[in-house]
Each structure stands twice: as structure tokens, then as C-alpha cells.
């Protein structure tokens, strides 16, 4: 299955029951195994779920700790980059130079790179030694 797919299916399960807005995203490990998450609200609206999250929950919980590829998705007029907080959790697990596929539900997509997305990450060459 593709990123594509796996997201665009996921996507459906979202628990989107106070904002409407469904996200989907998937993720290809570094052995090549697709993971999925979706989005997942709580009427307590910070302990919410982001769908790159889940799936990279869904990744760690198989047991890999590098991506290669990522693909989001939501019904939106123009392509939903990742929140703050998940460009950073995606920066933890995948390289500067991985790619970040953002679509829409329509076929609109944009590519960037985790460099692009979070220029100047946080990371461990930040910590003390």
C-alpha cells in the first residue's frame, strides 16, 4: 500500500467530533513498512492526538525509530503542514533530507523537506554531552 493510501484510509477513522476536520498520515519506516495514524480529539482539546503522532506512535510500537517518508492528508482547500510539535516528533525519528508529502482530499499536494519544515530543530547536538 502507499503512503497515499494508507493515509487516505486512515483517514476515515479519525475522532474528529468537535472540529470536523479529519487528518490522515502515514509513514514508511526505514524497513520499508508502512505505519498510519489519524487524528483523535478529546473534548479537553490539548490532550488531543495529532494523525503524525499516532503514526509514528504506531511505528515505535512495532518497534522501528527511523522514517523515510512521510504523507499527510485532510479535507482542506490547501495542503496541511504538520503542527509545531509534530515537526519536531518527526524530526526525532527522520533525517533532514525526508521528504513530507501535505495533500488534500481534492489532489492538491506540496512536498517539503523536515530541514524546511523546522529549520534549526532542537536535537541532541544541542545536549550537553
Known sequence: MSLKEAA???RENAYA???GFKV?????????AVYAGCNVEN????EGTCA??????????AGETALTEVYV??????PVSPCGGCRQKLAEFGAGDVVVTMATTG???????????L???????????
Open 73 to 78: 492528508i485532510a479535507g482542506s482547500p490547501m
Open 43 to 46: 473534548v479537553a482539546y490539548p
Open 107 to 117: 489532489g492538491v499536494e506540496e512536498r517539503a523537506t523536515l530541514d524546511e519544515l
Open 24 to 32: 490522515g498520515a502515514a509513514l514508511r519506516g526505514a524497513s520499508g
Open 8 to 10: 487516505t484510509a486512515v
Open 17 to 19: 467530533r468537535y472540529s
Open 52 to 61: 503524525e503522532a499516532g503514526a509514528i506512535a504506531a511505528m515505535v510500537a
Open 119 to 129: 529549520p534549526g530543530a532542537f536535537g541532541t547536538d544541542h545536549m550537553a554531552k
